[in-house]
C-alpha cells in the first residue's frame, strides 16, 4: 500500500519589479521524496504513484525525466515524486524500497508559462486574469490581453514563445476591427512577423493572412455542427463567408454552395484554400460582393442561406423581403436561414428572435436558436434558425397588429 501527504503548490519567485523577462531570476530548491528501488520494482512503483512522479524534471537524458540511475548502487533505481502533490510517502508492501529525501534545483524550465507569468504580475491581478490559455492558429498564437497587461505585454509574449516549441509568432488582438472587412488590428508580442499560417478544420486546410482575414478556431464546434446539419446536395449561400469554414466543408460533402465575401483578401485567401483541398468548382462557386447584392441577384432555387456576421447579420435580413416575388419556379420553397446575433446573457433566445422579427416584420417559422458561446461576460453569440415565411418572399406587407379591447 502507498499513500501520500499531500502539500502546498509550489511557485517560482516573485518578480513584481521585472519589465524585461530575466530567465535567471526563477531558481527555487526543493525538498523532494524519492523511492530507491530494486530495477525489478521499479514499473511497479511508478505505476504505484501514478500521476504523482514528478515529470516537471525535464531532463533529456533521462526517459522518463523522473527517473535515475543510482550509480554507487548498480541494479537500483530512484524515483523522484513531485513534492506539489506527496510529501514523506509511506511505502507497506514494498519492503525492498528505500525513502530519502533528495534536493532538486528548479529554474525557468521547470516552470509552467503561467507559473512564471503569475510571477511577474503585481498581486492585485486576480489568478483568473493570469494568462493561461490562448488561441493557437498554425504556428500563430493570438492573445487577448487586458489594458492591465500593458506594461507586461512584452514578457508575456517571450514566455508563451518560450514555452511553445510549435509557436513561432505571438500576438495581440487589439480592441479595434475593421468594420467593412472584419478583421482585426492586431500587434506583435514576441517572435517573428509572419501572419501566413494555415490551420486545419474538418480535415481541411485553410490558408489564410491571419492579420487580413477573420478566423476563430473556437467556433470549430459549431462549424461541424452546422455542416452536419445541412443535407448533401442542398444549395446553399453562405453571404459572409469569410475564408470558408462552412462553405469548404459543405461543398465537400456534396452540397452546392455559393460562397460570397465582401473582403478582397477573404475571397482571394477562399479560392486558395477550394485549390489546395481540391474541391471541384461544380461544388463551390466563389464571390466577392455586398451581401445583399449577392443574394438578390442569385436567380436560382435556395435551400439554406448562412449569415455569420453577428454584429449586424439581422439587419440584412431585410434582403428575404420580394426574394420570390415575381418567381413561380421558387415559389413555396422553404429556405432556411441560420443567422448568427450577439445577444444579452440574460435573455439571449428571446432577443435574438426579436432582432429577426423587428427586420421581417413578421415572427420567423420553426424557429430555434443555438447559444453557441460567450463572447463576454454579458454576451452570448447565439445562432436564429429558421425559415422564412412565405408572405415575406412574396413580399407582401404584414398586417398591422391592432389593439382589442
Given at each position: 500500500m502507498v499513500t501520500a501527504l499531500p502539500v502546498a503548490p509550489l511557485r517560482p519567485p516573485r518578480c513584481p519589479d521585472m519589465r524585461t523577462l530575466d530567465r535567471s531570476r526563477f531558481p527555487l530548491t526543493v525538498s523532494c521524496s524519492s523511492v530507491e528501488v530494486p530495477v525489478s520494482q521499479c514499473s511497479t512503483i511508478m505505476k504505484a504513484f501514478k500521476g504523482s512522479c514528478c515529470t516537471r524534471f525535464s531532463d533529456l537524458q533521462h526517459k522518463p525525466p523522473f527517473v535515475r540511475a543510482c550509480p554507487e548502487r548498480p541494479g537500483r533505481k530512484v524515483i523522484l515524486l513531485d513534492p506539489e502533490k506527496v510529501s514523506s510517502p509511506i511505502i507497506t508492501s514494498l519492503a525492498e524500497a528505500q525513502i530519502r529525501e533528495v534536493s532538486v534545483e528548479l529554474s525557468y524550465k521547470n516552470w509552467s508559462a503561467s507559473q512564471i507569468i503569475r510571477a511577474f504580475l503585481p498581486d492585485n491581478i486576480p489568478d483568473t486574469d493570469v494568462v493561461s490559455g490562448f488561441e493557437i492558429v498554425g504556428h500563430i498564437a493570438h492573445l487577448n490581453l487586458k489594458e492591465f497587461h500593458e506594461p507586461y505585454k512584452a514578457m508575456i509574449g517571450e514566455v508563451i514563445l518560450d514555452k511553445n516549441p510549435s509557436i513561432r509568432t505571438v500576438i495581440n488582438k487589439l480592441n479595434t476591427i475593421h468594420s467593412q472587412y472584419r478583421f482585426f488590428d492586431m500587434e506583435i508580442l514576441a517572435g517573428e512577423e509572419n501572419y501566413l499560417t494555415t490551420a486545419i478544420e474538418h480535415k481541411i486546410k485553410f490558408s489564410m493572412d491571419f492579420s487580413k482575414v477573420y478566423w476563430n478556431s473556437k467556433l470549430g464546434t459549431e462549424h461541424c455542427r452546422?455542416?452536419?446539419?445541412?443535407?448533401?446536395?442542398?444549395?446553399?449561400?453562405?453571404?459572409?463567408?469569410?475564408?470558408?469554414?462552412?462553405?469548404?466543408?459543405?461543398?465537400?460533402?456534396?452540397?452546392?454552395?455559393?460562397?460570397?465575401?465582401?473582403?478582397?483578401?477573404?475571397?482571394?485567401?477562399?479560392?486558395?484554400?477550394?485549390?489546395?483541398?481540391?474541391?471541384?468548382?461544380?461544388?463551390?462557386?466563389?464571390?466577392?460582393?455586398?451581401?445583399?447584392?449577392?443574394?438578390?441577384?442569385?436567380?436560382?432555387?435556395?435551400?439554406?442561406?448562412?449569415?455569420?456576421?453577428?454584429?449586424?447579420?439581422?439587419?440584412?435580413?431585410?434582403?428575404?423581403?420580394?426574394?420570390?416575388?415575381?418567381?413561380?419556379?421558387?415559389?413555396?420553397?422553404?429556405?432556411?436561414?441560420?443567422?448568427?446575433?450577439?445577444?444579452?446573457?440574460?435573455?439571449?433566445?428571446?432577443?435574438?428572435?426579436?432582432?429577426?422579427?423587428?427586420?421581417?416584420?413578421?415572427?420567423?417559422?420553426?424557429?430555434?436558436?443555438?447559444?453557441?458561446?460567450?463572447?463576454?461576460?454579458?454576451?452570448?453569440?447565439?445562432?436564429?434558425?429558421?425559415?422564412?415565411?412565405?408572405?415575406?418572399?412574396?413580399?407582401?406587407?404584414?398586417?398591422?397588429?391592432?389593439?382589442?379591447?
Open positions: 452546422v455542416v452536419d446539419a445541412i443535407p448533401s446536395g442542398s444549395t446553399v449561400l453562405d453571404m459572409f463567408c469569410g475564408i470558408g469554414p462552412f462553405a469548404l466543408p459543405l461543398a465537400k460533402k456534396g452540397c452546392h454552395v455559393h460562397a460570397n465575401d465582401l473582403n478582397p483578401e477573404s475571397y482571394r485567401w477562399l479560392l486558395e484554400n477550394r485549390r489546395i483541398n481540391h474541391i471541384p468548382e461544380k461544388f463551390i462557386t466563389c464571390y466577392n460582393k455586398d451581401g445583399r447584392g449577392f443574394v438578390r441577384e442569385f436567380g436560382d432555387p435556395i435551400d439554406y442561406v448562412l449569415m455569420n456576421l453577428p454584429a449586424s447579420a439581422t439587419k440584412f435580413l431585410d434582403v428575404f423581403k420580394g426574394l420570390h416575388s415575381g418567381s413561380e419556379s421558387n415559389s413555396g420553397r422553404p429556405v432556411w436561414v441560420f443567422c448568427y446575433h450577439f445577444a444579452p446573457v440574460d435573455s439571449p433566445e428571446e432577443s435574438t428572435l426579436s432582432a429577426v422579427e423587428s427586420v421581417l416584420g413578421v415572427r420567423p417559422c420553426d424557429p430555434s436558436v443555438h447559444l453557441v458561446r460567450k463572447t463576454a461576460p454579458k454576451t452570448w453569440m447565439a445562432c436564429a434558425q429558421f425559415t422564412v415565411p412565405e408572405s415575406v418572399l412574396r413580399g407582401e406587407t404584414p398586417a398591422k397588429k391592432t389593439r382589442t379591447e
